[in-house]
């Protein structure tokens, strides 16, 4: 029947292949995050509710704001070669919180370390740019191509920067907190998240990733990924 398999909870990595080919990246990223209870609370629905309200007290938005994403919302992983791998409770709950008020508070202390790190030396009588190193250009660049997309990414940034540090540790302590719904072995205790500027740039997020998805599983070429760090400051 036609949209059975949009409406299939968590497709396998079969149907994942006839999925992509069938709809558009956009519809599928729709469903994931409107009409689907993350595979990590597959069990426990009212275990999802209770951890988007912790996400929202800590970040001081609404529940409904708060979604998770990756392998712990697909049940999988969501890239080509790695289709088959399934979500393990090992794995991080990637959490996104849709408020175009924390995307903005996080890019413009973002900045703030941009500031600090591209600052002219106004000593002299003409200004002296500082040199900026290799590394720090790279996080320049992931800063400013997430940024770009309605997409604040802590991971984005080194690890001393400030906006990273009070981000990770907000979900520090909700990981914490998170242990007190550990009741099954599926619920994970570390969080990890981003911000996403609107709904509109979270569908096409998301949905970008699952255009890329079916190029891999057709075997056409696509643009190497260049993924911030995902270590913890």
Known sequence: MPGSLLATPYPTADEWKKLVEEFSPEAIAHKLLLAHVPYVFRDEPLKFALFRKTIADAFGVEPSNVFIVGSAMAGRSLKGPKIESVYSSKSDIDTLIISEHLFTRYV??????????????????????????????????????????????????????????????????????????????????????????????????????????????????????????????
């Not at 990414?153 to 990770?168: K, T, Y």
């Not at 990890?192 to 998805?213: H, K, W």
């Open 108 to 233: 413009m202390k973002s900045l703030a370390w941009v500031k600090d790190i591209t600052r002219p030396d106004f000593s002299g009588k003409v200004p002296k740019s500082p040199r900026i190193e290799p590394e720090q250009t790279k996080f320049v660049g992931w800063l400013a191509e997430s940024a770009h997309k309605g997409i604040w990414r802590p991971d984005s940034l080194p690890n001393d920067a400030a906006a990273r540090i009070e981000f990770f540790e907000k979900f520090a302590a909700v990981s914490l907190k998170t242990l007190g719904l550990q009741l099954s072995e599926d619920t994970v205790a570390k969080v990890n998240g981003r911000v996403s500027r609107s709904f509109e740039d979270a569908v096409r997020d998301l949905g970008s990733s699952i255009a890329r998805l079916r190029k891999e599983f057709r075997g056409e070429q696509v643009e190497p990924e260049a993924e911030p760090l995902t270590a913890r400051a």
